[in-house]
């Protein structure tokens, strides 16, 4: 692992965007042991969202905002770090060519360094800080789409790219799913051996004489309804009221910089 520069422990990934994209390739990488910091400008498109009715397993939508907290805490469950912070430049660190300086100014207006071996670009709308780089972007109207192959790879080695961003469709579960992807493709590119992350029963792998493979758990009846009753009670918690944070909407369209309606 790399040395760090100031302000911050080396990351094996550091991810530009903690929205849907980001927080999921976040969780995969973190997942599979790789040390993952994500550095976000707090700032999802999906937060504008009114409710949210297309993401699979919630039959009666879910509120955009809890939908974001949930992503955020099951990072945190896997142990990824999170700052917050907008990142303005990612150069190669002139110590070590393998791995990458990142410049982030944080909400005190401070710059902050840090040092990766990877980096995840998943900041819808702004790819301004990989130009350094010279990481082939893609031009229309406004915006700027980052070239990417079909597992998340640009055409530098090391440097990644996830969500909208990619242009890929503008919805929230093909952000996510794509967040996933290109977390295992970093991890693929890493020295893991990684298999699959699959949760499986006792005896699922072992009781047919395999190794229970890189990635994989199994476990008893016993973690398995432990496992089970908390995520009951942490569902209960989550959804016993509304959100505390007001809805958003575009915010040329009120006098608030987030865009929060007065409610
Ligand atoms: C009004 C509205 C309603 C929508 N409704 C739906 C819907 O009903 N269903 C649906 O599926 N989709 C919906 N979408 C689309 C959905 O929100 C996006 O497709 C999805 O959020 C894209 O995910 P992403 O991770 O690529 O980007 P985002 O979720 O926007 O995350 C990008 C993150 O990167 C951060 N960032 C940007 N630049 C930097 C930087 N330089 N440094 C650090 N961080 C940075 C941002 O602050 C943000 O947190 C809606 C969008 C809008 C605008």
């Known amino acids: ?135 082939e972007t893609r031009d229309a109207g406004s915006k700027t789409y980052v070239v990417v192959d079909d597992l998340g790879r640009t055409d530098v080695d090391g440097v990644y790219a996830a969500g909208r961003l990619t242009e890929k469709y503008h919805q929230a579960v093909v952000a996510a799913g794509h967040g996933a992807e290109v977390g295992l493709t970093v991890v693929h590119d890493s020295e893991i051996p990684y298999y699959h992350d699959w949760v499986t029963p006792e005896g699922y792998f072992t009781d047919r004489g395999r190794e229970v493979p890189p990635g994989c758990e199994e476990i008893d009846a016993a973690e398995r309804e432990r496992r089970d009753a908390d995520a009951r009670e942490r569902i209960r918690e989550a959804f016993a009221g509304p959100h505390p944070e007001p809805q958003r909407t575009h915010p040329s369209l009120v006098d608030d910089e987030l865009g929060r309606l007065d409610e």
């Not at 976040?26 to 409710?51: C, K, P």
């Open 1 to 135: 692992m790399s040395a760090p520069a100031t302000g911050s422990e080396p990351a094996d990934v550091l991810i530009v965007g903690g929205g849907v994209a980001g927080l999921t390739a976040a969780t995969f990488t973190a997942r599979a042991g790789l040390d993952t910091l994500v550095v976000d400008a707090d700032e999802s498109i999906l937060a504008r969202n009114a409710h949210l009715e297309n993401v699979p397993g919630f039959p009666g939508g879910i509120n955009a905002r809890r939908f974001l907290d949930l992503l955020a805490e099951q990072a945190e469950e896997n142990d990824v770090r999170r700052e917050t912070g907008r990142v303005t430049g990612v150069e190669r660190s002139g110590s070590d060519t393998e791995a990458f300086d990142i410049s982030a100014v944080g909400n005190d207006d401070e710059t902050r360094t840090y040092r990766a071996d990877a980096v995840v670009a998943a900041s819808w709308s702004d790819a301004s800080y990989l130009d350094g780089l010279g990481v």
